[in-house]
């Protein structure tokens, strides 16, 4: 017997790799730098101390893009070295080989060496900018949603114009903190999809609850009292009558402590508020069911024609965006900013019948554009005023509030963008309020008169708005009589009243 150890056959010749060439090394070089940025931008997601889902979209969809890619120029020249060599075998070296024998291949090397650390640094450096990037409400308003403009320029007058669009948007996640990530993109995707309708549509199905966003800096609970509030107009007459409003909102009614009243009842931890309502934009609510959390006992009101039951999945519970829709991005009525403007000495009161005129010269049917709206506002103010002193500064006016009000391109106006706070423009709390409700014996929703809701203190002309009744006031209409079975909004559409 021979003794096999003693004469060890020699290895055949291991066949070369085809991954053994120039193109798989480029592609390698691509993975490793897109591993590296993907580690890198978790580690910083995971670190970071402002919690950014939009990174996600770099982190779990660019950087493993680029590593697909990679993985494909690798296999790519695995492949065309393998048919190089198939074709050529006998006749030629390998086209792409890499040989560190040979000394052009090795100075080669280097260069590439140097340049694949290069992209590596680059990559790092890449990555660290676009954390910062992300985390950009420019990046979130502009860039990544041209199409989010107008949400953009309300955004900056709002009362939240200095927190970060993913505050609400995007929230901070209860569930684990990758998974909240790629949830994060996933709504991300599908908000940004949503850009492709116009307007875009709302009520937004993929926002998160209240508790996650607006909860996280208010808390339901928060005594605010009454709040004192005045609502300047002007009639469309010819001396541009100012007629206001001074009233108290009373938010908690009640003294702090005591048990939770007012207009903020609906979000207090004792009571729960869940609604039905017909339509997608939530405007039509035909049942509402009341439950005390404490004992658990609950009371539905419905209107006359709802029969049946909401269908479940339907029912929504009411939270702060129920009523507080447009917190960043509001849009205001025609009527309402050519007031405001009025208001603030912007648009002046000398020209007759400005307010009529200025909202008419907004509301013109043939301004398509934004860009074509300046011209077409200025020319429809010179035909009525000519000369007047006060016409140049006024149209500059009128068109600054167009510029803010009216997005033709996106279509976004207050006339699809419903603001449910109120209920002189849009039924917003008569939704609920309105006097079509009832339980099954006949019962009325609390707050369903003019005073529960608030107290009007001083009301009309200029002077008469200087003396405040504690008492309070009834309302005295400024348009005059009206038929009280109907409702505010049912003349009031935020253009030109009664029409
Ligand atoms: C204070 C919270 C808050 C902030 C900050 C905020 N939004 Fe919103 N946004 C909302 C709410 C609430 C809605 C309306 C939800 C609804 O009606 O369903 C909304 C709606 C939108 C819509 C849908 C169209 C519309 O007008 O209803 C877009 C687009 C949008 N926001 C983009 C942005 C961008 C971009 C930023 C940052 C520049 C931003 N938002 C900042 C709360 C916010
Ligand atoms: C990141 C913190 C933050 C988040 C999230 C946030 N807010 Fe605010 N909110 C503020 C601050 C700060 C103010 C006070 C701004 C001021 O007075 O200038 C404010 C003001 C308000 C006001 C008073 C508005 C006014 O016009 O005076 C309302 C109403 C409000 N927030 C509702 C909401 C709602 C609804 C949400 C959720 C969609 C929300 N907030 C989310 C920080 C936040
Ligand atoms: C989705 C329906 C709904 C909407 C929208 C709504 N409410 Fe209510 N509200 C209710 C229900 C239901 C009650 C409780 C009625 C009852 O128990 O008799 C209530 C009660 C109230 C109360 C009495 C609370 C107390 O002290 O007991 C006030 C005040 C009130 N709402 C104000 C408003 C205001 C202001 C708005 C708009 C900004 C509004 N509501 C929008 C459903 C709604
Ligand atoms: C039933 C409707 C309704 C609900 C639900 C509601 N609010 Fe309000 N809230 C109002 C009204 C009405 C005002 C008065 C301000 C106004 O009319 O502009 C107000 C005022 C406020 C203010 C401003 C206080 C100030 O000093 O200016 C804040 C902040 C606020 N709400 C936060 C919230 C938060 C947070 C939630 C959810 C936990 C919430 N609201 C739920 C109707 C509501
Ligand atoms: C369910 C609560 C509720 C009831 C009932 C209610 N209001 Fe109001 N009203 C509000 C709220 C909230 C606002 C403030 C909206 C805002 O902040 O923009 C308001 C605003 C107003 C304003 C000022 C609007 C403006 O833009 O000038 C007038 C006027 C008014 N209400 C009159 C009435 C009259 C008249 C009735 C009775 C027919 C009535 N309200 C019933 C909640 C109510
Ligand atoms: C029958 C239709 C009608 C109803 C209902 C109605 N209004 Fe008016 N309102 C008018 C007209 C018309 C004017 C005069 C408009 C003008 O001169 O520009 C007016 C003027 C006003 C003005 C001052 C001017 C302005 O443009 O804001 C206020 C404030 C107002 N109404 C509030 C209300 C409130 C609040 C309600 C519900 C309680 C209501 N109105 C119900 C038709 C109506």
Redo the contacts with the bound molecule.
Sequence with gaps: MTNPASTPPTPPARPRSHFNNWISASGAVLVVGALFSFALLVWMDLTGSNQNPYLGIFTYLVAPGFMILGLAIALFGAWAQRRWAIKHAATMPDKWRLDFANPAQRRILILFGTGAVAFLLLSAFGSYQTYHYAESNQFCGQVCHTAMHPEFATYQRSAHARVDCVQCHVGSGASAFVKAKINGTHQLIAFTLDNYNRPIETPLKNIRPARETCEKCHWPEKYHGNID?T?D?YLSDRKNTAVG?R?L?HVNAGRPGAAPAG?HWHVSPDSAVDYYATDADRQEIVWMRVTNLKDGTAKVFRTEEFKGEPPAGAIRRMDCMDCHNRPAHVFPTANDAVEKAMAGGRISTQLPNIKRVAVQAMLQKDIATATAAPGKIAEFLQAKYKDHADLPATIAAVQQVYAETIFPERKADWRVYPNN????DWPG?FRC?GEQHKTASGQKPA????T???TIIAQGKTAELATIVAAGLE?KHPGGDYDEELSCADCHNGGIQGK
């Design positions: 509030l609502y107009h409003v009233m909102l207009i706070l109120g209920h002189k709390c309020h707050a369903s008169d003019c529960s809701c608030h309302f």
